[in-house]
């Protein structure tokens, strides 16, 4: 395919100095502070905070049911924190409608896949920008005559690029059902994608793949970051991927924030090495 003539397969370009200026100097684009979150007795977030700064790709790691999802459910609103603050782009959504959420920038996919199977690639992918659409073109109340057609256009011009840019023009006819799951994934990236985010959260994007499945999903990644400016928040437990792909780190630990620093630091950090270590001795 023609993305693999660019060079070498390694993930990463080499870091520059400017992005780590930029991504210092500026405001994060998703913050979330002392965020608490329990189930029945089971504390599942223990006051975690979060920054996620723009343009970068920011790793959330830890062991099983260290709480990665469950901040993610409480960021996108699938759960509501029993205490703490979340702002986006300087706009505290705390207590914001979870159907509202995607209309401020945000859009994630899921650890387990949440397309319509029976449904095409294309027609799935057009749910994405059909939420896109209601909440920012159709909300402000251009739903009359030319603005019809204007959102007709603007839907075909978002599919067209997202189809072309995932490389599945291919199999845009084909029931979702049918594909084999790496590819159900991209799709999953291209429904959310559709959605015309500035932040995206990848909820393990790439558990359950083969090596080659993995290569290419991480490459999208960095392209959607690098070529779209689309920032990425991801929940991985791939630890060569983060380790490839990401420019800043959190460990979390029985929902616990334990450490965040760069990825080459936090794959030494004692603490980390000690909560991955402990977990693997709790499965042995
Ligand atoms: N819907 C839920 N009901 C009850 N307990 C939950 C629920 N979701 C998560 N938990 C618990 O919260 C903790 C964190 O889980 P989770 O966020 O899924 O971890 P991770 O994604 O890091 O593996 C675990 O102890 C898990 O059992
Ligand atoms: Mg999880």
Known sequence: MARRNRGPRLFRRPQSGVLAIVTTASAPLLRAEGIELSFGGVAALKSVSLDVQPGGITALIGPNGAGKTSLFNVISGF?????????????????????????????????????????????????????????????????????????????????????????????????????????????????????????????????????EETEDMARFILDLQEEWGVTVLLVEHDMSMVMDISDHVVVLNFGEKIAEGPPQEMQENPAVIEAYLGAAQDAA
């Not at 029993?82 to 401020?104: M, P, V």
């Not at 896949?113 to 073109?137: C, E, R, Y």
């Not at 011009?157 to 072309?164: A, K, S, T, V, Y």
């Open 79 to 211: 759960h509501k924190a029993d205490a703490g603050r979340l702002i986006f782009d300087g706009t505290d959504f705390t207590n914001l409608a979870t159907h509202k959420r995607a209309a401020l920038g945000m859009a994630r996919t899921f650890q387990n896949i949440s397309l319509f199977p029976g449904m095409t690639v294309l027609d799935n992918i057009k749910l994405g920008a059909h939420t896109h659409l209601k909440t920012g073109v159709l909300a402000a109340g251009l739903f009359w005559g030319p603005a019809r057609r204007e959102e007709t256009e603007l839907r075909a011009q978002i599919e067209r690029e997202i189809i072309d840019f995932l490389e599945i023009d291919h199999i845009r006819k084909t029931p979702v059902s049918m594909l084999p799951y790496g590819l159900q994934k991209r799709v999953e990236l291209g429904r959310a994608l559709a959605m015309r985010p500035k932040l995206l959260l990848l909820d393990e994007p790439v558990a359950g793949m083969n090596r």
